[in-house]
């Protein structure tokens, strides 16, 4: 297991191929039950997304718990390899669904002035010809908001942190396949070929 | 193996139904009584405590045998004080009818198919009833109504009449309680002697579990001490449906085959995992051998699938999900119905099944947890689509039999069993009958 405490990529614990990020925020008085709402939609987005367009994306998870007798939120995600050079990515598909849940929390206040100053929403659409310069230009602020709230893990386990969801998705469509294969009754006699021995040892349970 | 370690046990406060194996064969009969006056109730009580037997001096060779429990609305009834009540655990308080969602029983198996009055509040006390044969089976019951007719406060509402057939074989055609639990403390033997003891407090309230906890136990102490929780659930098993679907997913020689594979077990008895390619009925009635086993040398379940019956039941020393220890129970199943002749192969629209009793101290960790997670789920085997085969729920589920060279995968599978009603009942200890039964309020 190692520690990432550089700057860029802020602090946390990964193991194997997963990073782990938990950030702290303050929730606005009156403002529990639309951030539990908001933070259930923003779930129900991550849900609606096919795991093959979610390997673009690293996220492995994303956990929203509000503490504190409602006055505190932890956001939580795991991801694949360093967050740093994909939260980009996150913030072209998808910023507002972020601005959903934020706007609840006091630290909105900065975030709301870090949208004003980099010229609204819209700037961020993977339509903006200009996008890539707008993302050098201004989402290193957006990620020092979030590094501002983050406490970096103390201990870290996953017990599938030696693959990649391509890796498990690939294993996933093969799975899939195979057991294709063994319903069709002249499976048998086919995986009896020498070639095809190590798929025979796999093909009996 | 001994099992005389732990805590001392109370041996003749605790009702011998509750820890003594049944004798085999033998025929018995479930009566439900409802409590409309409970001064009569307690005088009901007041009748019943002289016969029944606890623990220490039960015999065997007795013709008969008493077990009597009562329902959280059978504890209302009868008058236990409101604060009292409030100590009991709340699925306790809810009964079975309540949990129905929690416990798997949807679909036909819903409290709103249940026999009446199964699953209503009418159902205040159980008294369960075992003789060595059915003519003194008879006599019992006839004492028994004795016994409520000059009280009318109390009024039966149910009787199931059951059996063991002298093969000890269920309705399906497989030899049946076969597995039992050493209890540490009393000893009664159980029949696998690779699992140690299990805690007393798996099985009575009042003393230490495998948690080294004394579990929840209901107050005042009088009450709870040498107590135990029973559910009890009448099963209705489609045999005709069973071979049919045996006849039509293998061919005539390997129909018992394929319902050995179901049930984890050859219908003599003799377990997969000792005979995994033919029945060994020496074996199968041999109780010194025929669950005296592990899985451990059986990872993949090429001789006992891992989704199977029994190994569901019972995982041993299979990795799985979860800790074995802490979900074991005391099981009770008995015949009722007639049985489908052999070789029948449409339904004769009889009522057959099994009448199944759970014993055990934690109605939640133990029956609750087995019933939707081992029973209704597959995940803590690997295989989340598919359920138990022969009595989960199956929505058109799946079971995989893993065999070489390739595992044969059966889908589409029929209920062969709907849960016709049940309730859970809290079985006092000696003592503690004895307070209901001088309760003044």
Known sequence: MTTTTNVKSGKGLSDGVISELATYWNVLPGHEDELRAATQRFADVLHQ????????????????????????????????????????????????????????????????????????????????????????????????????????????????????????????????????????????????????????????? | MTTDTGAALELGDIQAATLMPRPNPYAGAYLALRIDDRHAARELLRRLIPLLEPVSSFDPGRPVSL???????????????????????????????????????????????????????????VVAALARDTALMEALVVLAQDAVRDLPGVSPIWQLDVHVPPDGREQFGFKDSISEPTVEGTNILGSNPHEAPLKAGEFVLGYEDENGELPPMPQPEVLGHNGTYVAFRKLHQRVAAFRRYLRDNAADTEATWLAAKFVGRWPSGAPLALSPDKDNPELGGDPTRNNAFLYGDDPRGLKCPVGAHARRMNARDSVITGQVRLHRMIRRGTNYGPSLPPGVLEDDGAERGLMFAFVGAHLARQFEFVQKQWVHDGKFIGAPAERDPLIGVQDGGEFTIPQRPIRRRLRGLPDFVVNRGGEYCFMPGLRALRWLAELDT
């Open chain 1, 49 to 205: 997304i096919p795991p093959d367009k979610n390997i673009h994306t690293g996220l492995r998870d994303s956990r929203h718990v509000i503490f504190d007798n409602g006055q505190r939120l932890m956001w939580a995600t795991t991801f694949e390899n360093d967050w740093d050079p994909y939260f980009d990515d996150f913030v072209q598909i998808g910023v507002e669904h972020f601005l959903d849940w934020l706007q609840h929390t006091a630290q909105y206040t900065d975030v709301s002035a870090w949208v004003e100053s980099s010229g609204g929403v819209e700037k961020f659409r993977l339509d903006n010809p200009d996008i890539e310069a707008q993302m050098k230009r201004t989402v290193g602020g957006l990620k020092a908001i979030v590094q501002s709230v983050q406490s970096p893990a103390t201990g870290y386990f996953n017990q599938l942190s030696a693959w990649t969801m391509p890796q498990i998705v690939k294993a996933q469509r093969l799975q899939e396949a195979f057991q294709q294969v063994l319903d069709d009754p002249r499976a048998a006699e086919a995986l009896q070929h020498p070639a095809l021995e190590p798929l025979l040892e796999m093909a009996a349970d």
């Open chain 2, 67 to 125: 077990g009597v429990g009562l329902s959280f609305a059978g504890l209302e009834a009868i008058g236990v004080p409101a604060e009292s009540l409030a100590t009991f655990p709340s699925e306790f308080q809810q009964g079975m009818a309540a949990r129905a969602a929690e416990i798997g029983d949807v679909g036909e198996n819903a409290p709103e198919h249940w026999e009446a009055p199964l699953g209503s509040k009418d159902v205040h006390l």
